[in-house]
């Protein structure tokens, strides 16, 4: 009040950054209070614990692995889908974008994205690095245990039949007070759970934590 701030507005400012946050939990973990998983933790999705170690694997198993991981998918939907994107933790995306291969000046995600995109007749279109994929995010968001200690990589595909969910926009309630120097108001939102229709497009690949 000194600074002559609207206390009421700054506090209300806040509100949406919250919201968001609970949503985007919501989507990628689901709620085990409402029962429902969500986007890194479905059940249905093949999940596989892969032997592959991004720390101190060589180009050649990088590529390997990326390989096990295109083919799987095509394999399990009768060769009617692939791998459109890769969503892997940013360490990995690095590592990936500095490792080259044996002789040469060309690096695994260049390597990658050549031989299983669109140019070439492949579906991969990207790599894409965000840190939800990281093992401590994970374990901290409940979508794995405590001490699993495993990042994942997902296969995703980008059709928007295999994947989506529903919200609303958020719906602020009138604003009540002052009642003992308290202001009170109520924001409604909801949200379905992370629909996944083609559950065998999808693949979990976990692999030993990044350091």
Known sequence: SYANVDLVTRRTSHIPRAFDEAMQKIALVGSAKHGFTGFFNNANIPSVASSYNPNSGTADDALDFVNTVIASVATRTNLTSGVEVLLVPEKVRLKWARLKLSGTSVSVLAQILDDYGVAKGGTLRAIVGINE??????????????????????AIPVNPDAASRGFNARRPTA???????????????????????????FGYYRTPKMT
């Open 133 to 154: 994929c990281q093992s401590d995010v994970l374990e901290a968001y409940g979508a794995q245990a405590a001490g699993t200690n495993r990042d994942l990589i997902m």
């Open 175 to 201: 604003l009540e007070g002052p009642r003992d120097l308290v202001y009170k108001q109520i924001y409604l939102q909801s949200t379905s759970e992370a629909r996944i229709d083609y559950p065998s497009e």
